[in-house]
C-alpha cells in the first residue's frame, strides 16, 4: 500500500520588524520613483513592489509625498560620515572635509552605486517635474547642513586661511552642490561622457581645488590640507602643483 504523501511546508519568512519594514518600502520606492517620477508611480505599484498592503504604506507614511521626502532623509539620517561631518567643529580642516566628501560622493561613490544613480534619476525627474523632491532636499541640506558649512567658513577667514570674497555661505555651498550634480548626471549610463583627463581620484582633487578656490581658501591652506590627507582618495604628490594634468592607467574619457 502507498503511503499517503505528506503535504510539503514552505517555512515562512521571519516577520519584519517596522524599521525593517518601512526600510524595505523605501528601497522599493526609490526606484520607481526614479524610473517614472513622483506623479506616475502609485501607491499601488510601490506596496506591490515591497510586497505589503496599500494600507501599511500609509501605516509608515501618511502621504506619497511623505514617503518622497523619506526618500531623502533616509540617505542622510542612515549616513555615519554625514553624522561625523556635521559634528565636527568650525575650522578650515572641517570645511576641506565638508567639500571632499561632496566631491567624493559625486564622483567617486556614485558612478558605481546603482542605487545612488537611482537616488540622481530622481533628482533630475523632479526638476523636470514639479521640483518638490529638490525643494525637500535642499530645505534639508539648509537645516541640517548649511550651519556647519557656514561656520566652517567663518573659522577659515578668522584663522587667515580663506579670503571672505562676494559669495554668500550658503550661495557657495548651492554652487559647489550645482557642479557635483553635473559630475553626477554625466555618469547616470555607466560611463562618464565627458572626456576628462586623467582618473577619478585625479579628477576629485582637481574638483575639490576648483571648488575650494572658489570659497576663497589660499593655495597654501588648501595645500596644508591635503598634505594632511584631507583627501584620502587623492594621494598626495608635494612635487605636483594644482594644476597640474596628468593621465593614470584608470582613465574616466569615454570611448
Known amino acids: 500500500m502507498t503511503p499517503p504523501l505528506t503535504p510539503r511546508v514552505t517555512p515562512m519568512a521571519p516577520r519584519l520588524n517596522a524599521a525593517a519594514r518601512r526600510k524595505a518600502i523605501l528601497d522599493s520606492a526609490l526606484p520607481l520613483f526614479a524610473g517614472k517620477g513622483f506623479a506616475a508611480t502609485t501607491t499601488k505599484e510601490i506596496a506591490q513592489a515591497a510586497g505589503v498592503s496599500e494600507a501599511l504604506i500609509f501605516k509608515h507614511f501618511p502621504s506619497k509625498a511623505?514617503?518622497?521626502?523619506?526618500?531623502?532623509?533616509?540617505?542622510?539620517?542612515?549616513?555615519?560620515?554625514?553624522?561625523?561631518?556635521?559634528?565636527?567643529?568650525?575650522?578650515?580642516?572641517?570645511?576641506?572635509?565638508?567639500?571632499?566628501?561632496?566631491?567624493?560622493?559625486?564622483?567617486?561613490?556614485?558612478?558605481?552605486?546603482?542605487?545612488?544613480?537611482?537616488r540622481h534619476r530622481l533628482t533630475l525627474l523632479s526638476l523636470l517635474e514639479d521640483g518638490e523632491f529638490m525643494r525637500l532636499v535642499y530645505d534639508g541640506l539648509r537645516e541640517r547642513f548649511l550651519p556647519t558649512f557656514a561656520a566652517a567658513i567663518r573659522a577659515a577667514a578668522a584663522a587667515g586661511d580663506?579670503?571672505?570674497?562676494?559669495?554668500?555661505?550658503?550661495?557657495?555651498?548651492?554652487?559647489?552642490?550645482?557642479?557635483?550634480?553635473?559630475?553626477?548626471?554625466?555618469?547616470?549610463?555607466?560611463?562618464?561622457?565627458?572626456?576628462?583627463?586623467?582618473?577619478?581620484?585625479?579628477?576629485?582633487r582637481q574638483a575639490i581645488w576648483f571648488i575650494l578656490r572658489g570659497l576663497g581658501m589660499r593655495d597654501e591652506a588648501i595645500a596644508a590640507q591635503e598634505a594632511h590627507a584631507r583627501f584620502?582618495?587623492?594621494?598626495?604628490?608635494?612635487?605636483?602643483?594644482?594644476?597640474?594634468?596628468?593621465?593614470h592607467t584608470d582613465p574616466i574619457r569615454s570611448n
Open 66 to 118: 511623505s514617503l518622497y521626502e523619506a526618500i531623502f532623509l533616509s540617505c542622510i539620517d542612515d549616513d555615519p560620515e554625514y553624522a561625523r561631518l556635521v559634528a565636527l567643529p568650525a575650522s578650515t580642516a572641517t570645511l576641506a572635509q565638508m567639500i571632499q566628501a561632496l566631491v567624493r560622493h559625486f564622483v567617486i561613490d556614485l558612478p558605481d552605486d546603482g542605487e545612488e544613480r537611482a
Open 162 to 204: 580663506l579670503v571672505p570674497g562676494p559669495i554668500l555661505a550658503d550661495n557657495a555651498l548651492w554652487l559647489a552642490d550645482h557642479l557635483c550634480m553635473g559630475f553626477g548626471a554625466t555618469c547616470l549610463s555607466g560611463r562618464s561622457l565627458v572626456p576628462y583627463n586623467g582618473d577619478r581620484a585625479d579628477l576629485a
Open 232 to 247: 584620502p582618495f587623492a594621494p598626495f604628490d608635494p612635487l605636483r602643483s594644482p594644476d597640474a594634468a596628468q593621465v
